[in-house]
């Protein structure tokens, strides 16, 4: 069993900063990509970042130059550090993973949600 757990959401005003943290733990041999999602009320669940094992990173257009995420491979740990938030940014902010448990098999995981609110 792999777990993912969330850390560091609250609320915020507007032009401040987040940290997210998640951390896997559980039966992990490797982990490839590592994700965060947000959800929005009434809309879909969408990419905002993405960095490969390798620290390749993706982001999607409405958080480039704002947010940045990292990993640290020896903790299994994935972070979003979130700088000049807008209300729009107001979401449920959700950990994926790609993870490799022994015999070798890759599955997605996904943690609980951190609620983030930017509001004055």
């Known amino acids: 069993q792999v777990q993912l757990v969330e850390s560091g959401g609250g609320l915020v005003q507007p032009g401040g900063s987040l940290r997210l943290s998640c951390a896997a733990s559980?039966?992990?041999?490797?982990?490839?990509?590592m994700g965060w999602y947000r959800q929005a009320p009434g809309k879909q669940r969408e990419l905002v970042a993405d960095?490969?094992?390798?620290?390749?990173?993706n982001y999607a257009d409405s958080v480039k130059g704002r947010f940045t995420i990292s990993r640290d491979n020896a903790e299994n740990t994935v972070y979003l550090q979130m700088n000049s938030l807008k209300p729009e940014d107001t979401a449920v902010y959700y950990c994926?993973?790609?993870?490799?448990?022994?015999?070798?098999?890759?599955?997605?995981?996904w943690g609980q949600g951190t609620q983030v609110t930017v509001s004055s």
């Open positions: 994926n993973a790609a993870v490799i448990t022994w015999p070798l098999n890759e599955s997605d995981y």
């Open positions: 559980g039966s992990i041999v490797s982990i490839n990509a």
């Open positions: 960095i490969t094992g390798g620290g390749r990173t």
